[in-house]
């Protein structure tokens, strides 16, 4: 739900407060193609999200033992022939038992709060590509956004003597 309302509440800014700014003549500043590419963003952006909270992380059971059971022992982290004391199934290496969903996990990560899920072996690269896709959408949509308020600060002459000196007089007035 926190992730739902920090990226719609974002994009929901976006779309209503910096659109009309690239479609009301501003293209000297930020081309029109831009609002394709933020719509494009979004799309993947819920998508990536979806994919990776949708699909399973892989669940060990004594039936998928021999799929999962791919790593080698340390016998320092890893024990061979250690059993899961909530299972009572054999604890592979690099797996670990998730209290939240009340299963064997292979290739444990961590349980992502974000996607309400655990990342292990079958869902991991689905997570890469979420914080990829999210990373990058940070950076783009942070350059356009400056963009945007440049020009309005070019448009609306914020950076002339007279207007900085009306900003100065201003703060040392208050």
């Not at 000297?28 to 933020?38: C, D, F, L, N, W």
């Not at 992380?57 to 998928?64: D, H, I, K, L, R």
């Not at 949509?141 to 009306?166: A, N, Y």
């Given at each position: 739900i926190?992730?739902?309302?920090?990226?719609?509440?974002?994009w929901?800014?976006?779309?209503?407060e910096?659109?009309?700014l690239?479609?009301?003549?501003?293209?000297?500043?930020v081309?029109a193609?831009?609002?394709?590419?933020?719509?494009?963003?979004?799309?993947?952006?819920i998508?990536?999200?979806?994919?990776?909270?949708?699909?399973?992380?892989g669940?060990?059971?004594n039936?998928?033992?021999?799929?999962?059971?791919?790593?080698?022992y340390?016998?320092?982290?890893?024990?061979?022939?250690?059993i899961?004391?909530?299972?009572?199934?054999?604890?592979?290496?690099r797996?670990?038992?998730d209290?939240?969903?009340?299963r064997?996990?292979?290739?444990?990560?961590?349980?992502c709060?974000?996607?309400?899920?655990?990342?292990?072996?079958?869902n991991?690269r689905?997570?890469?590509?979420?914080?990829?896709?999210?990373?990058?959408?940070?950076?783009?949509?942070?350059?356009?956004v400056?963009k945007?308020?440049?020009?309005?600060m070019?448009d609306?002459?914020?950076?002339?003597?007279?207007?900085?000196?009306?900003?100065i007089v201003?703060?040392?007035?208050?």
């Amino acid at each position: 739900i926190v992730y739902i309302c920090v990226v719609y509440g974002s994009w929901f800014i976006i779309f209503t407060e910096a659109y009309p700014l690239i479609t009301n003549g501003r293209e000297r500043h930020v081309s029109a193609y831009h609002k394709q590419v933020g719509y494009i963003l979004f799309i993947a952006c819920i998508s990536s999200w979806l994919l990776s909270s949708c699909i399973s992380p892989g669940n060990v059971t004594n039936q998928t033992m021999q799929r999962y059971d791919n790593y080698p022992y340390d016998n320092l982290l890893f024990v061979e022939h250690k059993i899961c004391p909530t299972l009572n199934i054999r604890k592979i290496a690099r797996s670990k038992y998730d209290r939240y969903t009340h299963r064997h996990i292979p290739r444990f990560d961590h349980y992502c709060i974000w996607l309400k899920a655990p990342i292990g072996e079958e869902n991991y690269r689905f997570f890469v590509l979420f914080l990829m896709v999210h990373a990058f959408m940070c950076c783009y949509g942070s350059i356009i956004v400056g963009k945007l308020f440049w020009g309005e600060m070019l448009d609306s002459h914020l950076l002339t003597r007279t207007m900085v000196r009306k900003l100065i007089v201003m703060m040392y007035t208050m």
